[in-house]
């Protein structure tokens, strides 16, 4: 009787009960995306009741205020993980609202997580922008947002936009100037003993998967291609405004035609790699509903294509990680070069207009990647080389057994970058317990037993030698003869000595966790989308609040 009667004597408003449970609502309403009004629908109160009746359901302003409490609780907590970050990567993505009446630009971070040594992306700000999106206007914000987050300019190791003609811009003169700073401070002081030595300066990355899409898009302007490509559009497009081809199209095989996007990522891809998946059905349906289909030689040719364009899609699937794959930039580019040359030669005679294509796309994207691989280009940059070469899983495939001469330079560059970005250190040598008794007992000896000849002691070496970057360097390179190729880069560092490499290691760690697109950023936006549907595009706050507690979880 009395465990029946307190079972329905409702929490006290200050009781630990309540308040946790209250918590975990507005962690719900916070992570789900909900409006905080969800807590008064009539459904909502009565599923809580039946899940605990003591619990009195709290009101939309109290939840609106605990979110608001998780989400600057959460922010410090990211804030002092930021603060111990070696190196942060910036990552920003302009979306612009249906109908243009909202656009934002989201700002992320990613890093390697001292504390629990494993790589970690981050939104930081959803920030709204008013037109026109200009490279000043794109500067200010963020900045506001790195000075908001505490991060230095000289943390940041580079900066991940797409091509935009403003995001190119933008810190193109800040590229200028770190150069010119980094110039003088070389003058200055010896590479080895610079106090406060940077990785790199601040740079502006292209996105690598973005620029990929750009070499896809050349399919375009094949014409030959882009016929065919524009009849197997048209005949996607009759079967998704159908619904009784559509109907049919799923009782034989279960599945839909994709259209592609020009915005989607591989979508030209997907679009022919579905068409395929059904090609046994698709003639039927459209027969039956008086559409002209594709001939049998348009067919042949869409495999083709596809085969074409496959390389590239798996590529996109890998390098669009949110972390751990700008070591991956360099054999990706390599292995598709290699593939538009065999694939080139292969069709030649057969398909001339599907291997011009191929050759074609080939030499647009040693032009557009030529930042990464051609070290005499003026864009250049070794971060993609560097980064490649302390990755124990591709390093001795991609470069340091490749003897072809272009291959070699982008070898010396990456060991340069290396060399001249990571500064000595004491050398940690490990001590044994035999070690610890034989110095504990030196150190009893009193001191007037001891002499002291204090002339020699300014001219005599240090007991524990410095560590050498380049000596590292060389023990990484012989270590790769029996490393694991299953392993990733991350974890083979991970399980590496720091008293081995103290120098690599941090540097390797830091350069294996970057991304190498602004994927993030832009996938912040599929969440945006549907929070600043309507009337709620003007609620910035509770928009940023509302992405940042929804894409951050500790």
Same mark, same amino acid.
């Not at 193109?172 to 200055?188: G, M, Q, W």
């Not at 040719?301 to 669009?320: F, R, Y």
């Not at 150190?443 to 002499?451: A, I």
């Not at 000596?471 to 560092?493: C, I, R």
């Given at each position: ?14 009781s630990?009960?309540?308040?946790? %449970? ?14 905080p ?5 009539e ?16 009101k939309?302003t ?16 990211? %804030?002092? &993980? ?35 040594? %494993? ?61 010119s ?37 050349m ?33 034989q ?6 259209k592609?996007?020009?915005t ?14 059904? %090609? ?16 049998p030689?348009?067919w ?5 294509l596809k085969?074409?364009l ?21 054999p ?19 398909? &001339? ?29 070794p ?16 470069l ?10 982008l070898l ?23 070690e ?15 002499? &002291?000849?204090r002339?020699?002691?300014?001219? &005599? ?50 350069l ?14 599929s ?14 706050i ?13």
């Amino acid at each position: 009787m009395s465990g029946a009667f307190f079972s329905h004597i409702k929490y006290k408003p200050d009781s630990q009960e309540q308040r946790i %449970k209250e918590e975990a609502i507005a962690k719900w309403v916070a992570r789900t995306a909900h409006p905080p009004r969800t807590v008064e629908d009539e459904e909502f109160i009565n599923m809580m009741e039946k899940i605990d009746k003591r619990l009195t359901v709290p009101k939309k302003t109290k939840i609106t205020n605990l979110v608001d409490q998780m989400y600057l609780a959460e922010k410090v907590k990211f %804030k002092n &993980r930021l603060a111990m970050a070696r190196k942060v990567t910036i990552g920003i993505d302009i979306w612009t609202k249906k109908g243009l009446t909202a656009s934002f630009l989201a700002v992320s971070a990613c890093c390697f997580n001292v504390q629990d040594s %494993k790589a970690e992306h981050i939104l930081l700000n959803l920030k709204q922008m008013v037109h026109p999106h200009t490279a000043n206007s794109i500067v200010t914000l963020v900045e506001e947002c790195t000075e908001e987050w505490g991060i230095p300019k000289e943390k940041i190791i580079m900066i991940i936009t797409d091509n935009g003609s403003n995001m190119v811009s933008a810190f193109r003169v800040e590229e200028e100037d770190t150069s010119s700073d980094e110039n003088d401070s070389n003058k200055d002081s010896d590479e080895e003993e610079e106090a406060d030595e940077r990785y790199g300066t601040l740079e502006r990355t292209p996105c690598v998967v973005h620029t990929l899409q750009l070499v896809v898009n050349m399919v375009k302007k094949e014409q030959a291609i882009k016929r065919l490509l524009d009849k197997v559009r048209h005949l996607v497009r009759q079967f998704r405004k159908s619904s009784v081809a559509t109907e049919r199209l799923l009782e034989q095989c279960g599945l839909i035609l994709i259209k592609d996007c020009e915005t989607r990522w591989s979508s030209s891809f997907l679009m022919l790699s579905r068409l395929l998946e059904v %090609k046994d059905h698709v003639p039927s349906v459209a027969d039956t509903m008086g559409w002209d289909c594709l001939l049998p030689s348009e067919w042949q040719k869409v495999a083709i294509l596809k085969d074409l364009l496959l390389p590239i899609a798996e590529h996109t699937k890998v390098l669009e990680s949110d972390t751990c794959c700008f070591s991956l930039v360099v054999p990706a580019i390599l292995d598709l070069r290699s593939h538009l040359s065999d694939f080139s030669l292969a069709h030649a005679r057969s398909y &001339r207009d599907v291997a011009t294509l191929a050759q074609k796309m080939s030499a647009n994207m040693d032009l557009r990647f030529s930042c990464f691989l051609d070290v005499s280009a003026s864009n250049f940059s070794p971060l993609a080389a560097a980064a490649c070469f302390v990755d124990a899983s591709v390093s001795a495939e991609t470069l340091i057994d490749n003897d072809n001469d272009n291959i070699q330079n982008l070898l010396s560059k990456a060991e340069e970058y290396i060399t001249r970005t990571s500064r000595s250190v004491p050398y940690q040598e490990e001590v044994t317990d035999d070690e610890d008794i034989r110095n504990a007992e030196v150190s009893e000896v009193p001191l007037q037993k001891r002499p &002291r000849f204090r002339f020699f002691s300014a001219h &005599r070496p240090s007991s524990k030698p410095k560590a050498s970057i380049r000596q590292e360097v060389q023990k990484f390179k012989e270590s790769l003869s029996h490393a694991n190729p299953e392993e990733s880069g991350m974890d083979f560092w991970s399980s590496q000595s720091s008293t081995m490499y103290p120098l690599l290691k941090p540097l390797a760690l830091d350069l294996l966790a970057m991304p190498a697109s602004e994927a993030f950023a832009e996938r912040v936006f599929s969440l945006t989308g549907d929070l600043s549907s309507g009337r709620r595009n003007r609620a910035r706050i509770t928009l940023e609040r509302s992405a940042f507690l929804k894409l951050n979880k500790v």
